[in-house]
């Protein structure tokens, strides 16, 4: 027998998806909020049906998939006349008795999006297929309706010896517009992240231990701020906890942004497994940051092009029939002055951290770490006393594979475009005899020796933004086993903080110019104090510090 009627794709809370049996499940809406079970999705199947007894024993199986819409680079949006149809890979898969929803079987689709089930008793069965994988745990669930996790539901096949049931989670893309359920989608943000989580299992050894994470996909997932729960995420991004991913038709939808998924699977791998120290706070191409953002931003990125290797194009699509975005290739290595290149960089560090995973491909690139090196060093670099950046991670990379240095070297030289901008050999942690200042001398060293009982000025640059290498200055001071107190003087406001290798010892950050904080130093720790800036006009302004007991 051949079944071909329409899926629905259901959701179900998460306290009730081990469950035997699911209470009654809307289907997902559509784009106008009604809720929609045609032709977005399809099952088929065939076998020779039977009475289906209690002693019976039957066989299912059958493969999933989902529809893929790729992005054209050239045209710079995309491209549904090219849909792809992928696996459903890792996804937990049960067996449902058709007449009572009562779970008969549950398995994990292979990596060819491929089940089975042998069983015995009813006489008609469907399979539920969730956004969830096992192992790891990786979960889709739907932000604007508490939190329900995205299943799709087959037809119903009659039991027999040897039956087959296909499922296809389709786009619900008519030709011009979405118009049917989006059931491919939180497919696609699941397989990017699997893609991601596999890359680390399988060639990183002993593998690390990745906890269960959680990513948030609505259609009405919007770039706008507010509620959540009304789908106003902002952007896609990770809050710490979980992953927001934009989903909103005709706006900006990232299900099938692939980079994009993994750059913000990135921010939580990097805050979960490793140690993130960025500011945050809006950044772009272009832009001369905190060499905490930049590093953050830039290793994200870049680990989207490893992971994705060899699509290496970062991608973004948007706007009405999602016909606008923008393609960066991130291995196309750009040290062109006008790009304001250096350790500062978001856009240098993505391709400095490909260039050294990726083959020797290149005159100057001469190394091919892996990602087994790149996430070595990630790692190495958790315990430096510095914050990370693009410094303490090269630093490590270097201590890890000393016979590489010289290579690691030319590749960080490449960056080099004037006396301004570029990135000098790195010998540590802390940049020291790095030369390039990114046209803020207040830079330069990255990392000023502060002393108890001295006193020194600080030279800054207003911005719009206080996540910029001109509003923010570093000290490294050495603790003597006595409390250290740090004051600062400026007409503008400014902010103190002192840290021990990346965790925040104390702050004080009143709204003014005058801060004063005090700790108790341990002899021999090594701490950092960041001295950050808010002045908005683009004016040059000072901060006296003081350090003391």
């Not at 009627?5 to 909020?33: E, H, K, M």
Request: net charge negative; proline share 5%.
């Amino acid at each position: 027998m051949i079944y071909a009627r329409s899926l629905v794709l259901r959701r179900t809370l998460p306290f009730l998806i081990s469950a035997l049996a699911l209470g009654p499940v809307a289907g997902c809406d559509d784009d106008n909020g009604s809720n929609n079970s045609s032709s977005s999705s399809s099952s088929s199947s065939s076998g020779s049906g039977g009475a289906g007894g209690q002693d019976e024993s039957f066989r299912l199986s059958g493969s999933l998939s989902y529809e893929y819409v790729p992005f054209d680079v050239d045209l710079e949006k995309l491209d549904y006349g090219k849909i792809e149809k992928r696996p459903i890979r890792g996804a937990s898969v049960r067996l449902i008795d058709a007449d009572t929803d009562a779970e008969i079987a549950k398995t994990t689709s292979d990596d060819e999006g491929a089940y089975s089930f042998d069983y015995m008793g009813a006489a008609k069965v469907k399979v539920w297929v969730y956004a969830q994988t096992e192992v790891p745990s990786l979960i889709v669930e739907d932000n604007t309706s508490g939190d329900e996790v995205y299943v799709m539901e087959s037809n119903t096949a009659d039991s027999a010896a040897d039956a087959k049931l296909d499922v296809l989670a389709a786009t619900g893309w008519d030709g011009t517009a979405y118009t049917k359920t989006r059931a491919a989608a939180p497919f696609a943000v699941l397989d990017t992240a699997y893609t991601a989580v596999r890359r680390f299992l399988d060639e990183v050894s002993p593998p690390p231990e990745l906890p269960p994470l959680k990513f948030n996909w609505s259609i009405d997932n919007r770039p706008e701020e507010g509620d959540k729960a009304l789908g106003q995420v902002g952007t896609s991004h990770y809050d710490g906890e979980e992953l927001y991913i934009l989903g909103k038709a005709d706006v900006d939808t990232d299900e099938f942004d692939s980079h994009i998924i993994v750059h913000e699977w990135g921010h939580w791998f990097d805050n979960t497994l490793g140690r993130a120290d960025t500011i945050g706070g809006t950044h772009g191409s272009g832009d001369i940051e905190d060499p905490r953002l930049a590093w953050s931003e830039g290793f994200c990125t870049g680990l989207s092009a490893i992971i994705l290797d060899p699509d290496t194009t970062y991608t973004d699509s948007s706007g009405p029939g999602q016909a606008s975005g923008f393609a960066n290739d991130v291995e196309v290595n750009n040290n062109n002055v006008e790009t304001n290149p250096g350790w500062f960089s978001e856009t240098t560090i993505e391709g400095l951290v490909y260039d050294l995973y990726d083959g020797a491909n290149e005159p100057f690139d001469q190394v091919s770490v892996g990602i087994k090196g790149i996430y070595e060093a990630h790692q190495s670099q958790k315990t430096k006393a510095s914050f990370t950046t693009l410094f303490s991670f090269v630093a490590s990379l270097k201590e890890n594979n000393p016979q590489a240095a010289a290579d690691i070297d030319a590749v960080t030289s490449f960056y080099n475009a004037s006396a301004d901008f570029g990135i000098d050999p790195i010998e540590d942690e802390w940049g020291t005899n790095e030369t390039h200042a990114g046209g803020f001398p207040g830079s330069l060293p990255v990392y000023k020796e502060g002393v108890v009982g001295d006193s020194y000025t600080v030279d800054m640059t207003g911005d719009d933004e206080s996540n910029r290498l001109s509003q923010n200055v570093y000290f490294r001071m050495e603790g003597d086993g006595m409390p250290i107190t740090v004051t600062s003087t400026s007409p503008s406001n400014v902010d103190l903080a002192v840290y021990n290798a990346g965790v925040l010892v104390t702050s004080d950050e009143n709204p003014s110019g005058e801060e004063s904080l005090t700790f108790d130093s341990e002899a021999g720790t090594i701490y950092v104090l960041s001295v950050r800036g808010y002045n908005t006009m683009p004016m040059s302004y000072a901060a006296d510090i003081t350090i003391s007991h």
